[in-house]
């Protein structure tokens, strides 16, 4: 892109979020950085740091894990059995490696070291796509299944699953998340509710506006709790103590499409729109009640559909359909 057709980028940008009430701010970029995963057309996605500051990933249509080492650029393969369609991963504490099997009904963990694949199955086989995995208070690996309607919960040192349907037919449990207090919260995806589900696995359905798809999720240290509305292009806050739900529409309005996010140190909120073409990375600061930060996403990302923030080099880290692994370097 040349410099001149930058200018017109970022004006047109100005004009749009002047739209909607934000200032000429709301522009400040923030550096993002990518490498290209070496094996073309994969979908590296859900990037994950460990502790030695390596980025494992999953290769949705490769059949793979992978680790990228962001000093060197080295990446490193790990082959998964063909169909698995493993869909996102995480890291604990002592580097072990779970991801979610989504075609072939298991989560497994991988020995980073060894190389060994344990593999857990699904109890009930009706619950055959484990989709997102995210840590809990103690340890626990709480988890949605899509499709088929489950939320689930693992104790990794028994291998112990519980399963959970959701009331709502076609609900489709997506993005998850916990807070401060231990329990569970799921965007139902397939309508316009989030899912609580307390430490004894209770459920319970929260109604948003009429016509919302949350996708993604984000906890604020008030235990707030954020989603962003790929159908209507908004953000939104839950306050689980009074049930009011507030929203602000995002830079890219109806046609965003919002879609990755994560909540950093300071409880800023940031979200990739996937509508525009490129993609971009959008910052929110709820203290001000504005959006600050607008940047496209190098590679044009095709689509983004995870984030993760790491506190330690206060980055965010995402995967893109561009083939590639991003990093973006959060202001302070």
């Known amino acids: 892109m040349t410099n ?20 000429a701010a709301a522009l400040d970029p923030v550096e993002i950085k990518e ?77 980073p070291a060894t190389g060994q694949i344990t593999k857990i199955p699904m109890p009930d086989p009706a619950a055959r796509d484990p989709h997102t995995l995210v840590f809990g208070q103690d340890g626990e690996i709480w988890f949605t299944a899509q499709v088929t309607n489950f939320v689930g919960r693992l104790v990794p040192a028994t291998g112990e699953v519980k399963l959970v349907p959701v009331p709502t037919p076609s609900a489709r449990p997506y993005g998850i998340v916990t807070d401060s207090r231990g329990r569970a919260w799921v965007a139902l995806f397939g309508t316009n509710k989030l899912a609580l589900l307390d430490r004894e696995l209770k459920l319970r359905e929260i109604a948003l506006p009429e016509g919302t798809r949350p996708r993604r999720l984000g906890v604020t240290s008030d235990d707030r709790v954020w989603y962003v509305d790929y159908a209507r292009g908004m953000l939104g806050r839950l306050d689980p103590k009074s049930g009011k739900v507030s929203e602000w529409p995002a830079p890219g309005a109806g046609g965003a499409r919002p879609y990755a996010m994560t909540v950093d140190d ?4 940031w979200f990739v729109e996937t509508g525009p073409k490129p993609n971009r990375l959008v910052g929110f600061d709820p203290q001000r009640g504005e959006f600050f930060s607008v940047t496209d996403i190098p590679s044009g990302a095709g689509t983004v559909r995870h984030m993760v923030f790491h ?18 370097v959060l202001p302070k």
């Open 4 to 23: 001149a057709e930058t200018n017109m980028r970022a004006t047109a940008i100005a004009l749009l979020l002047g739209a909607v009430g934000l200032g």
């Open 35 to 111: 490498w290209p995963v070496p094996w073309p057309n994969t979908r590296p996605r859900d990037p994950y740091p460990d502790a030695q500051g390596r980025i494992w990933f999953v290769g949705q249509t490769g059949d793979y894990l992978a680790v990228l080492d962001p000093r060197s650029g080295e990446f490193k393969r790990f082959e998964l059995d063909g169909g698995t369609g493993p869909h996102n991963l995480i890291v604990d504490a002592k580097g072990m490696v779970w991801y979610a099997g989504n075609r072939t009904g298991h989560i497994g963990r991988l020995d």
């Open 266 to 269: 300071r409880d800023r909120i």
């Open 311 to 328: 506190r330690p080099s206060r980055t965010t880290w995402f995967g893109t359909d561009a083939n590639t692994i991003g990093r973006a």
